[in-house]
């Protein structure tokens, strides 16, 4: 599988969020946070800053999901990229 332009295919990362005093926060409180964590699976033909296998954050109510055999993906443009590490 291989994205094209200036897409990037992605699987959520799953993360544990604490709050300032240390609580976990709910599943329903981490889905209204405004940014999500990300393994990108392929990186769009025009892509030139992300690469493959690296973890990003990127707007959470960008792009589309996507289901392909046994696995769920995100669709995303580069541009809702805010963090590459």
């Known amino acids: 599988m291989k994205a094209i332009g200036k897409f990037i295919i ?5 993360e544990e969020v604490k709050s300032n005093s ?3 926060m709910s599943g329903d409180e981490v889905s209204r ?3 999500k964590k990300s393994k990108v699976i392929s990186s ?4 030139t ?3 493959d296998g690296d973890t990003i954050y990127h707007e959470a ?11 769920t993906y995100g ?4 541009r809702d990229v805010i963090i590459c590490m």
Do not use: F, P
């Open 44 to 47: 769009g033909t025009d892509v």
């Open 10 to 14: 992605v699987e959520a990362i799953n």
């Open 61 to 71: 109510r960008s792009g589309h999901q996507m289901k392909i055999d046994t696995n």
């Open 33 to 35: 946070l405004r940014y």
């Open 75 to 78: 669709v995303i443009l580069e």
């Open 22 to 24: 240390g609580l976990l």
């Open 49 to 51: 800053a992300i690469k």
